[in-house]
């Protein structure tokens, strides 16, 4: 059997792969399997036909993914599940929250929180119960939260 139906088979495995994570990193795996394909089916070497497909798919991926990512997002806008959601939703101290910590409802459920360093407009540094506050952003399991009527502009992100 020639060894470019194997570099085909391998590209195929790969693409059924994409179908399954939609991510856009098997799809260029696939693509440098194509690329040992064609230089298999010109009679190159094995080890050319490994080199082509390493050298294929990393330019797949570093050069045309992010292009391809760029443009997918500005024509389908990319929406935040699990706890990335919960930036700049409203929640409700259910405890005093301090910088320290305290407890919060967040879409019905409760959340342990703590306020972000420069998130009290006062000096005392706490939120009272009963107070509506803002997800600034998700630390772990813990909310950071401020004043809903706080000036800050934007939400931040955690890495």
């Given amino acids: 059997?020639?060894?470019?139906?194997?570099?085909?088979?391998?590209?195929?495995?790969?693409?059924?792969?994409?179908?399954?994570?939609?991510?856009?990193?098997?799809?260029?795996?696939?693509?440098?399997?194509?690329g040992g394909a064609v230089t298999a089916a010109a009679g190159g070497p094995v080890w050319l036909q490994f080199v082509v497909a390493c050298v294929t798919a990393l330019l797949l991926l570093f050069v045309l993914r992010p292009w391809l990512l760029q443009h997918l997002r500005q024509?389908?806008?990319?929406?935040?599940?699990?706890?990335?959601?919960?930036v700049g939703r409203p929640a409700v101290a259910i405890t005093e929250v301090t910088e320290a910590g305290g407890r919060v409802?967040?879409?019905?459920?409760?959340?342990s929180a703590r306020l972000v360093d420069d998130g009290v407009p006062d000096s005392t540094g706490r939120v009272p119960e009963g107070a509506e506050l803002?997800?600034?952003?998700?630390?772990?399991?813990?909310?950071?939260?401020?004043?809903?009527?706080?000036?800050?502009?934007?939400?931040?992100?955690?890495?």
């Fill in 105 to 111: 409802k967040l879409m019905g459920e409760v959340w």
């Fill in 1 to 34: 059997m020639d060894s470019w139906l194997w570099w085909v088979g391998a590209a195929l495995v790969l693409a059924a792969v994409e179908m399954l994570s939609l991510d856009l990193v098997f799809i260029m795996l696939a693509g440098g399997a194509l």
């Fill in 75 to 86: 024509r389908v806008p990319l929406v935040e599940t699990n706890a990335a959601a919960h």
């Fill in 134 to 159: 803002r997800v600034v952003r998700i630390d772990g399991a813990t909310a950071v939260v401020e004043p809903a009527g706080s000036t800050r502009s934007q939400p931040e992100h955690s890495a």
